[in-house]
């Protein structure tokens, strides 16, 4: 009955269930399972590269007490993991998909981590867990062609929450889910691609919700606490990019923020518009958007290195 093929799948005599679950949290760190085909473990999937590794790491999962969290903290703090992306010397040619693990492998942000990284970048995350769906803004056009036309945009707190909170409709799902390959909501989905496309980029520029995300970042330069113009910039591409800029990157950063500011000067209807609100000095705070802009369109601000 039910409750003996319940006892069969988590019977330690049963190495199945914990090889697949290891192997699917394996993937979703490295970008590829110790078995490529984490939907396929029978005659017609791929054999596993590292069979020993995928068998202790599945006899560690018992043994952790079945625990998806302790296992991503053991894969997460091994020297594998830990290891920098970039290709060596011959590495490229040998092993262009990292299946001998002699790096990390670089990978785009998941659709909900990519609205995650820039709210959290602006400080505008809240962190809430738990809790109803929300519901960012979207075009009506979309929303229209369904059969429920109601789509109250969430308000306050809650419209920053969490990419993984956002309600996802058939008919009309969330646009920038699916523009960052997040899976259609009518079909399983065991492993997700990734692509990339223009409207990824045209998505992070023009989406209302990383638009916010850099009005408040750069806004929060202009109102924050009183730092050296070059602290300012490098303080910011630490934010987006998690380290510290090179000299030729502050250059570029800094050439880029005056001539934003000159055409602002030049233009004030532009720099309100872009400000989104009233502010003194909006030239000055359209200049910082404008680099908050151009940081988090960066393909390094989307890409686990």
Sequence with gaps: DRLDLARWLVDPANPLTPRVTVNYGWHHLFGRGVVATTENFGSGGEAPSHPELLDWLAHEFIDLGWSRKQLIRLIV????????????????????????LARQSRLRLEAEAVRDAALAASGLLVPTIGGPGIRPPQPDYITSVSRNTDWKVSTGPELHRRGMYIVFRRATPYPMLLTFDA?????????????????????????PV?????????????????HSFDEQLAETFERCLGRTPLPAELDRMRAFYGERLAA?????????????REVDDSATAAAWVAVARVLMNLDEFITRE
Aim: hydrophobic fraction near 40%.
């Design 210 to 226: 990383f638009v916010e995300c850099a009005q408040a970042l750069g806004l929060a330069l202009v109102t924050g606490p009183s």
């Design 264 to 276: 602002f000067n030049a233009d004030p209807s532009a720099a309100r518009a872009l400000v989104g």
């Design 183 to 207: 899976p259609d909501s009518t079909t399983a989905c065991t492993r997700r691609e990734r692509s990339n496309s223009p409207l990824q980029a045209l998505t992070l520029l023009n989406d």
């Design 77 to 100: 703090s091994s020297a594998t993991y830990r290891q920098a992306s970039p290709m060596r010397g011959a590495l490229e040619r040998r092993d262009p998909l990292n299946v001998l």
